[in-house]
Structures are given as structure tokens and as C-alpha cells.
């Protein structure tokens, strides 16, 4: 008996890894998230339990330890379990609380890596997280901090980093996390993307400024980039030019994206 942890990526089902889409068809219980979209779930097989414990950040909600007890019950009674989980489950999927109990339990688990929409959000909005003479790296935090939790983000030292700034279940603190960023020390005027669904056909980008963000409100589920990176459009370029243009060009002022 298994219980397969499987990353569903950040929206689109073609960025479905293939043993994800395998084991989704086979599977006799799919437990699911609030974001894994409808046309990922119609390949559940037809005799399969479905369970819904998503987590909805205006209404409903499953405890997490409720949602350990689904999986410890459903992977001690069935052979094959899918736990299914927009992006990765242990890029802030709480993956691996979910592996420890199921261990603890005396179940085997099974993780299946998924594209996060860490990654693959900036890049539906033609944003590459790192780029040569514009970012050599890219960081990745939540909105979200648990206030029980005294290992609390330093937003001063995030402000600092010079890298894309990539902020995940951010959407509500939108205004909040842009006055800790702009109290750290980061310019008023740094470029800001806000990517919302992600790589499905309801996806939506704006392009805005720190300063900026939070004064309407962010759409959930959305993807806040920051940092000069978001000002980039290589989805536009793609479309409009026959080839990419040369390094040399794409530094200061870029001119096909205005």
C-alpha cells in the first residue's frame, strides 16, 4: 500500500510530468487541492474515491491534520492513494508533513515531483527568473507566515538580496508585503509582476511598480515577481520577432517592450 505525494504543476495538464498523469489514472482514492483545475481531475479513472480537502483562503477549509488522517485511513485500506497537489508538494505544499505521518503510520510514500508555479508562473508571463545581466538568482518565500512560527522571514534581508523575488500565497498581503519590502531598503520604482492563474486560459498579468502593489486588490491564486526581471516580456518577443535579440541588447532600456 502506497500513498503517492504528486505534484499536479501550477495549472496547465499538459505540464503534467508523465508518471503524475499515470498514476492519476490508475489511482482507487485521489485525495485533491483547491487548486488542481477540473481538466486535471477529469483524468481521475471513473471508479476512483475523489476527496476534496482543499483549503480555501475565504471559506472552507480542511485542517492539515485532518488531511493526515484521510491519507493514513485511505493508505491503509486501498493499494494505490494519489495525493494531488498544485505545483510541487514540497515547495510549500506541506508535502512533508504529510510524508512523516504517513511513515510514522508504517504506509510508504511515494513523491512525484511537479513543475512549481514558482518557475513555471514567471515564465507563462515571459518572465525568466534569472537572466544573464539582470539576475543571477531568484528566491522564493511565501506570503503566508504562520504567527506560532518564531522562524518568522526577515523581509529587511529579502529587500536586500538582489535577486527575482518570487512570492507565493501572497495575494491578500499584497499591501503589506510591499511596505516591508519598500521598509528593507528596496526601491520604490522596482518593476512588479502579477501573474494570476498561471498557465491556464483564465491566466491574467499586470505589470505594475512596488509602489504600486496592493493599492487594488490582487486577484488569489496569484504569482507576485519583483525585482527587474518582471519588467522582461519574452512571451511578447517570442511572438513578434523572428529571433531573440543579442544579450548586449537587452541591458538599460529595452525598447520592444515598451
Known sequence: MTVHLVGAGPGDPELLTLKAARLIGRADVVVYDRLVGAEILDMIAPWAERIDVGKDPYGRSVPQVEINQILIEQGSRHSSVVRLKGGDPYVFGRGGEEAIALAASGIDVDVVSGITSAIAGPAAAGIPVTHRGTSSGFTVVTGFQNPDNPQRLDWDAVAKLGTTLVILM????????????????????????????????????????????????????????????????????????TEVPPFEATQGVIPWLS
Open 170 to 241: 501572497g495575494a491578500s498581503r499584497a499591501q503589506t508585503i510591499r511596505d516591508a519590502l519598500l521598509d528593507g531598503g528596496a526601491p520604490s520604482t522596482t518593476p512588479v509582476a502579477v501573474v494570476h492563474r498561471a498557465t491556464t486560459s483564465q491566466q491574467e498579468v499586470s505589470r505594475l511598480t512596488l509602489a504600486e502593489l496592493g493599492e487594488t486588490p490582487v486577484a488569489n491564486p496569484s504569482i507576485i515577481v519583483v525585482g527587474p526581471a518582471a519588467a522582461l516580456d519574452l512571451a511578447r518577443i517570442s511572438t513578434t520577432a
